[in-house]
């Protein structure tokens, strides 16, 4: 089986830095995912990472370590549209993603 | 990313009817359907996933027989709630993937509300 954690809500304020961390056991690995997710709207891509390391894509990085079990999301210059629940995905050795609960970022000004 | 649609994007039913979603991947061939349901301040739980052609595979306490599931073509599958109940209201999402593909891309949802 796999199980995933992530923290449930974190706070930040509009321009800050914020670092949302994933642990993860799973049965083989596949990939690790993050999805950003609007209230009431489906999730959207952000990244993915299968390699040890970490990878930009312009005011979003995520990072992963295999040997830890460890991920994160990194987000700069945080904007008040950066609020939204932030989803960890990681699939496992079946190829089927399975996600973490989310963790809801606040920015406020 | 890729392009995937839903519909009905809401629906409201009676308690007992039957509920056709449609989620089609309009840019790619999705070999592979997942089907999601989130409930309110929840994660996404899989119920199902299909291979274009054949019976979809469902999850633990997921019954096949109330959610029905059809992946006939690349580009098209269906969820159909059946004698749906007021429990069954969720929030059901589609994610088409291709082989080959390291990205999963999902459908805009489908609120189902039961009365």
């Known amino acids: 089986g796999q199980n995933i954690d992530q923290p449930t809500e974190m706070t930040a304020t509009e321009g800050a830095i914020v670092q949302i961390n994933c642990t993860y056991q799973t049965s083989g690995f596949n990939g690790l995912f993050w999805y950003q997710q609007h209230a009431g709207e489906a999730p959207t891509f952000l990244s993915y990472n299968v390699l040890d390391g970490l990878e930009e894509k312009g005011r979003f990085s995520s990072f992963l370590s295999r040997s830890k079990g460890y991920s994160y999301l990194l987000l700069k210059e945080l904007q008040m549209k950066d609020s939204a629940s932030y989803l960890c995905a990681v699939r496992g050795g079946s190829y089927i993603p399975t996600f973490g609960r989310g963790t809801s970022l606040i920015v406020h000004p | 990313g890729a392009v995937v649609s839903q519909h009905p ?3 409201i039913c009676k308690s007992g009817t039957s509920v056709k979603i449609e989620c089609r991947s309009l840019d790619f061939q999705a070999t592979t359907m997942f089907w999601y349901r989130q409930f309110p301040k929840q994660s996404l739980m899989l119920m199902a996933t299909s291979n274009e052609g054949s019976k979809a595979t469902y999850e633990q306490g997921v019954e096949k027989d109330k959610f029905l599931i059809n992946h006939a073509s ?6 159909t709630v059946t004698s749906a109940h007021p429990e069954d209201s969720s929030f059901y999402i589609c994610s088409p993937a291709a ?17």
Not at chain 2, 74 to 79: D, I, R
């Open chain 2, 74 to 79: 690349l580009t098209l599958s269906t969820l």
């Open chain 2, 99 to 115: 082989s080959g593909k390291n990205e999963q891309f999902f459908g805009p949802g489908t609120r189902l509300t039961v009365l």
């Open chain 2, 9 to 11: 994007s809401w629906v």
